[in-house]
């Protein structure tokens, strides 16, 4: 199993327990001896993951209120997403995210006024996502209680929701870490341990093949700067940030919509 549940103190092994016991996951009271996988690791107030396998790397949060998220908000670098996705003048896109993995992504764009479901097949994740939204939805931000509002958390493959109602879908599958900051490498590996070494279990081209066929009127796809389009799809056009490139495929009108 990739992923184990385990208590961050004795105090909380029967919360912990009872996580386990609702997510189906294995319990362990001490994952320590272990070397592979990860765990999610309960508290009194929060959860977290914790890489098992070397080399360990630290705790990975997901916090909507933390500094990076605020830092997030304020930088402007959530302007090559937004334009991407279609936000401009009052127009706020629904968005459906089909990969939601830590949020970051989501959290930007619900900061930008869209409403997002986020889409995330693992188990462990979509426990921290809706953690986060349920604590943040207490900020003393209220920038952050409006953004985390517009967000929902949809657990399973993205696949098999209904995709009724969305402008929009958006893909970031995994990619290589190169030319990322050593916390965003740190969160990434530990988001790919939790799938062994099925690297996010399915090929994100499928994914891409799929959304295509979805009644939205543009599928977005997250891409290192210098990387081909995604299974050689010509994107309709590409806008590119400073470490990332966001490929559009905007539908023609009556495809499916
Ligand atoms: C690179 S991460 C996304 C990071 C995210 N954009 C963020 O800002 O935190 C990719 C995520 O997509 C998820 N994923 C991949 N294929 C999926 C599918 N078919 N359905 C749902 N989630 C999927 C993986 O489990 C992983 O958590």
Known sequence: MSCVVAPASRGVQARAKSVAETLNLEFVAIADDLDSGVALVIDTDRSWLQRLQSPRLGPVYIDFSSADMLYRRKSGHNEPLGRAIGVKGEKRPKVFDAT???????????DLGCSV??????????YLLEQARELALMSANDKVVEAVSRMRVLCGDSRQQAIEGFDVIYIDPMFPERGKTAAVKK?????????????GAND???LLVWAMAQPVERVVIKRPVKAPALGNVKPSHSITGKTVRFDVMVKPKGNGR
């Open 117 to 126: 479901a986020l889409s995330e097949q693992s188990v462990p994740l979509c």
């Open 100 to 110: 939601a993995g830590l949020g970051r992504d989501a959290f930007v764009l619900a």
């Open 204 to 206: 994100p081209k499928d």
């Open 187 to 199: 969160d990434l590996a530990t988001v790919q341990a939790l799938h062994g070494d099925s690297s």
